[in-house]
C-alpha cells in the first residue's frame, strides 16, 4: 500500500469519525407565530426570503449537507447566530427602538457581509444586485435612502 493510499485513508477515516461527533442541538425550526412575522412590502419580503431567511428566521431550509460534519457545525452556528442576532420570524416581539436598531444594521450589511460569501458560494440566487440593495436599503431608511451608521 502507497503513502497516497495510506494518507487518502486516514482522511476518510477522520471524515467518518467526524459524523458521529455531536455538535449543537437537532436542526429545527421553532414554530412561530405568522402574526410577529416581519411586515414589508412584497418585493422587499421576497428579497428576505430569498436572501436572509434561511439564517435569520424559524424557516431555514436544511439541505442535506448541513447533516454533513464538518460542514454541519458551521452551518448550525451561522443559522443559531443569526437567528440571535435577528429573527425577522419574530420581528414584532422587538422593541419599537430595537427594529430601529436592526434596519440601521439591515441598512449597513446588506451592501457588504450580508448575505455570507459562503451562503452565497451554496445558493447563487441568494446574491443580491446592486438594485436589490437598494430596494432593502430604501425600506430600511424608511425612504429616506440614507442612514448614518456608526463605523467599528
Known amino acids: 500500500m502507497g503513502v497516497f493510499s495510506r494518507v487518502l485513508g486516514i482522511i476518510v477515516l477522520v471524515f467518518v469519525a467526524f459524523q458521529f461527533i455531536p455538535y449543537g442541538k437537532e436542526k429545527t425550526n421553532p414554530k412561530a407565530d405568522k402574526a410577529l412575522e416581519i411586515k414589508a412590502p412584497e418585493n422587499v419580503m421576497k428579497l428576505f426570503k430569498r ?14 449537507w448541513s447533516y454533513v460534519a464538518p460542514a454541519s457545525w458551521s452551518i448550525y452556528d451561522d443559522v443559531i447566530n443569526g437567528r440571535k442576532t435577528l429573527n425577522f420570524s419574530t420581528w414584532k416581539n422587538y422593541t419599537l427602538k430595537k427594529q430601529q436598531k436592526l434596519k440601521k444594521e439591515i441598512y449597513r450589511t446588506v451592501a457588504g457581509p450580508m448575505p455570507l ?4 458560494w451554496l ?3 441568494a446574491k443580491l444586485t446592486g438594485n436589490e440593495i437598494r430596494t432593502i436599503r430604501d425600506w430600511a431608511s424608511d425612504g429616506k435612502g440614507f442612514i448614518k451608521t456608526n463605523v467599528r
Open 117 to 120: 460569501p459562503q451562503y452565497i
Open 51 to 64: 436572501s436572509c431567511y434561511d439564517c435569520h428566521s424559524n424557516e431555514t431550509k436544511w439541505p442535506w
Open 123 to 125: 445558493h447563487k440566487n
